[in-house]
């Protein structure tokens, strides 16, 4: 499971999130269709660029109450003074995938700056798949890995 951590300035288009998601994707090897989740912070649930993102892409919208982001802010390998006195935390795309993929997550791409819209991958174990809680569901649903649709 692939889980795309995403931040960006406000009023980011879905265009400028989904270019970030790409661009971490290829830094990976991977296709876009790899991509399980986008997760963010709750602060950011009216960011309708993010929520376009993750319904052009087919996946889940996660999105992480702060508790949960300063938690996994712990694990995150970039840190930066400026997102850290407006989120929280020293990177909020990195934190958002490590908190949605639960304590198995493991960074894959650090965070990556694409214009307005950051985004940070995170891999989780298919055995630890998390449960979402608070998430937006997309117009579509996306099969699992290994399954048709």
């Given at each position: 499971m692939i889980v795309a951590g995403v931040g960006c300035r406000r009023g980011a288009s879905a265009a400028e999130i989904e270019a970030a998601i790409a661009a971490a994707v290829a830094l990976a090897g991977f296709a876009t269709a790899?991509?399980?989740?986008?997760?963010?912070?709750?602060?950011k649930r009216d960011e309708t660029g993010i929520a376009a993102a993750a319904s052009a892409l087919g996946v889940r919208l996660v999105l992480v109450p702060q508790r949960e982001?300063?938690?996994?802010?712990?694990?995150?390998v970039t840190r930066s003074q400026r997102v850290a006195a407006l989120a929280g935390v020293p990177s909020l795309a990195e934190?958002?995938?490590?908190?949605?993929?639960?304590?198995?997550?493991?960074?894959?791409?650090?965070?990556?700056?694409v214009g307005r819209a950051t985004c940070a991958l995170a891999h989780v174990p298919e055995k630890w798949r998390p449960v979402f809680r608070q998430e937006h569901a997309p117009a579509q649903n996306k099969p699992s890995a290994g399954e048709t649709p």
């Open positions: 790899a991509i399980d989740a986008v997760a963010t912070s709750t602060a982001l300063e938690t996994a802010g712990s694990r995150v934190a958002a995938a490590l908190a949605a993929g639960g304590a198995a997550a493991r960074l894959i791409v650090p965070r990556i700056v």
